[in-house]
């Protein structure tokens, strides 16, 4: 039976050391990591995930802002809000809530936050930045699960990675982040011809499709390492993509969904704006 691997404790723990990395630098050097939120509209999840944000920056000592915008604030509104955002000195990570509304243009839009502050790694210049191996904002669910692996001393070097998925907030990012480490990594996705033989290759199984219970424990190897980015609410309970009961008969080491990466990725959004403040 595989062992379950504690978001929520190990979220617990990086929030203690950033507490006091946060509470250092205000010492040392007088300065407070600030967080600037952009919502437009009132989708009732992006709501829930601001204020969890906005929550979270307070957990830790940093400084928040949170726009919230009516559905109807036109593009160069919110363009207009985030030249100021990106002059300002208080706010050092910026990051606007996606989805936004269909008129206004969200590339626009996180092509116009200062690289420096994308504290989100949307920008082209993270973006590339990642795929080059140079240092670069990394998006924060990716960035979360390779904490997870590093902290539960996960091998990664010379290991079948699978990701399973090929979105820009998760599986790319992933992708380039195991690549990195130096795993031989496969992308899977919805085009994929035999999902089964490359997941059942894999030694770390990262699964990002949005799909409920899609991954079958005959399609883990045994001994492996899943992790399940997945939130779906099938019947009002939150399901991962993984059919957990199923996997964890099979793999070694396993996220529960929830408590698994959903806890990290907030975790990630401040050590991000910790990030950035020490970049400025
Ligand atoms: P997305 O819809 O942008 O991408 C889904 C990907 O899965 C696509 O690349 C698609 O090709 C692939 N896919 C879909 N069906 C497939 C199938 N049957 N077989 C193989 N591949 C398939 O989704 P996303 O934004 O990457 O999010 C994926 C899931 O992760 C969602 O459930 C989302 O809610 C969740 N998520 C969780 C967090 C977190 O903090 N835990 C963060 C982001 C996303």
């Known amino acids: 039976m595989a062992q379950i691997i504690d ?10 050391e950033l507490t006091e990395e946060v509470a250092q630098m205000k010492e040392e050097q007088g300065i407070v990591p600030g967080l600037a939120v952009v919502l437009v509209g009132e989708d009732p999840a992006s709501t829930v995930y601001v204020r969890n944000k906005e929550k979270a920056c307070g957990e830790v000592g940093m400084y928040s802002e949170v726009y919230r ?10 363009l207009l809000l985030i030249s100021k955002l ?5 706010i050092h990570g910026i990051l606007v809530q996606l989805p936004v509304p269909d008129h206004i243009d969200e590339s626009k839009v996180l092509n116009n936050i200062d690289p420096k502050k994308d504290v989100d790694g949307f920008h082209p210049v993270n973006v590339g930045k990642l795929f080059s191996g140079e240092d670069a904002f990394v998006p924060c669910t990716p960035l979360g699960v390779m904490e997870m692996l ?16 090929r979105s820009n907030i998760v599986g790319k990012p992933m992708a380039a982040l195991l690549l990195q480490e130096h795993a031989t990594v496969t992308i899977c ?10 997941a059942k290759n894999a030694d770390i199984l990262v699964v990002a499709t949005g799909r409920a219970n899609m991954v079958t424990g005959d399609m883990v190897k045994p001994g492996a390492t899943v992790i399940d980015v997945g939130i779906n609410r099938v019947d009002d309970v939150l399901v991962g993509d993984v059919n957990f009961e199923e996997a964890k008969e099979v793999a070694g080491l396993i996220t529960p969904v929830p408590g698994g990466v959903g806890p990290m ?16």
């Open 265 to 280: 990725t907030i975790t990630m959004l401040l050590k991000n704006t910790l990030k950035a403040a020490k970049i400025s």
């Open 86 to 90: 990106n002059e300002d000195s208080k």
């Open 189 to 198: 996705h919805s085009r994929t011809a035999d999902l089964k033989a490359h």
């Open 69 to 78: 915008l009516p559905k109807e604030t036109s593009e160069e509104d919110v």
């Open 7 to 16: 978001g929520k404790a190990l979220s617990k723990e990086i929030r203690l």
């Open 150 to 165: 590093h902290r539960n001393n996960v091998e990664i070097k010379g290991k079948e990675a699978v990701i399973i998925g």
